[in-house]
């Protein structure tokens, strides 16, 4: 088996502002078999992203001035199709810091943060 991606870049520009609209993304994955044949494949949308807002967070990394944004994450594999919330918290200079996912309902599903940093992160 060989499994193929094929992603766009997630943008998040430098100086965002609350209500800046920001481009979609996508993800395509495919596991193939042997013969090239595709076995399973898995396409994933980031659409409707918007900077909410500005909200400072707390890891067992440290605190943060993050920018909050907000997208719907729409799943397809094979004949399913999937629609959920994320809610993503970005740091000038480090990146993803925290990121949250709710069902439609508005149940959380998944939650990731930041829970460490390598020593020379920040040095230049």
């Not at 088996?1 to 997630?10: G, L, P």
């Not at 990394?61 to 004949?79: M, N, Q, T």
């Not at 999937?82 to 949250?100: D, S």
Request: net charge neutral; with cysteine.
């Amino acid at each position: 088996m060989e499994a193929k991606m094929d992603a766009d870049s997630i943008v998040l520009p430098l100086k965002p502002f609350i209500g800046e609209i920001l481009p979609e993304a996508s993800c395509q994955a495919d596991i193939l078999r042997g013969t090239g044949s595709v076995l399973m494949s898995m396409t994933i949308l980031l659409v409707n992203r918007k900077v909410d807002g500005v909200e400072n967070i707390e890891t067992p990394v440290g605190k943060f001035k993050c920018y909050k944004v907000s997208s719907d994450k729409i799943s397809y594999s094979g004949i399913s199709r999937n629609k959920t919330k994320l809610i993503e918290w970005y740091a000038t200079n480090v990146g993803l810091i925290r990121m949250e996912e709710y069902h439609k309902n508005g149940k959380l599903i998944s939650y990731k943060q930041l829970e460490s940093i390598a020593e020379d992160f920040f040095m230049p």
